[in-house]
């Protein structure tokens, strides 16, 4: 395993639902990201934390909200969703941030079903 | 723009066949280039890391080539297992940023057949 946990690792959930995801990294890592990933696209970036402080909200729709409590948790709020944000929703931890110097390690992902 | 291209989209080999995978990028300025192996339903897992220095690097039986000067980058798979069926992302950082941003190509899927 990479250190990087998610769960759940499946989820589906109604448009008017209310859940999070949750992701734990055990590397001792400062830098966690949330992506997404839909079919035959390239990942994008969601959000981006050092050291608990966010860094980056990537034109992510408000209806996504991120919470970083301490360096080794990170999860990720999901509110009123469209059938458009069923993907997989993968966490990443990397040492710092820099300039993608550092590797970053990815969690197995949650795969969405929004209906 | 920052892209990262590759090609073929799909690819399908039989099980103890080699084969190269493409990856072009048009990231500036450049700071490394990874090619990640991503089985299915699963994270990706970084196989090889090159700088701008490095021209080959290998694990195994993949070994990653990179021209910076043509900005292209090749992953070639020797002897291929029923194990290597994945997706393989090229992912390329710039020295510019410092949020750890990669860009990320959409992947090669491979299909190895027995």
């Known amino acids: 395993e990479t250190g990087v946990t998610q769960t759940p690792r499946h989820l589906v959930m109604g448009m008017t639902n209310k859940k999070s995801l949750k992701c734990e990294q055990h590397l001792g890592h400062n830098a966690m990201y949330w992506y997404k990933q839909s079919a035959k696209k390239p990942l994008e970036l969601m959000f981006v934390?050092?050291?608990?402080?966010?860094?980056e909200n990537n034109s992510v729709p408000s209806r996504f909200s991120p919470e970083c409590p301490n360096s080794s948790h990170l999860f990720l709020h999901l509110h009123t969703l469209q059938p458009e944000d069923s993907a997989l929703y993968l966490c990443?931890?990397?040492?710092?941030?820099?300039?993608?110097?550092?590797?970053?390690?990815f969690g197995p992902g949650t795969r969405l079903t929004v209906l | 723009k920052n892209q990262v291209e590759q090609s073929p989209q799909s690819l399908i080999i039989l099980e103890g066949k080699n084969c190269t995978l493409q990856c072009n990028y048009t990231v500036s300025p450049f700071s490394n280039l990874r090619w990640y192996k991503q089985d299915t339903g699963r994270g990706p897992v970084s196989l090889t890391i090159?700088?701008?220095?490095?021209n080959t690097k290998s694990n195994g039986r993949y070994t990653a080539t990179l021209d910076a000067d043509t900005k292209q980058s090749s992953l070639h798979i020797t002897a291929s297992q029923l194990s290597d069926s994945a997706s393989y992302i090229c992912v390329v950082s710039d020295r510019g940023s410092t949020l750890g941003r990669l860009y990320f190509g959409r992947g090669t899927q491979l299909t190895v057949w027995p």
């Open positions: 990443a931890s990397s040492q710092d941030l820099a300039g993608g110097r550092w590797e970053q390690f």
């Open positions: 090159m700088t701008f220095s490095e």
């Open positions: 934390y050092s050291l608990e402080e966010r860094v």
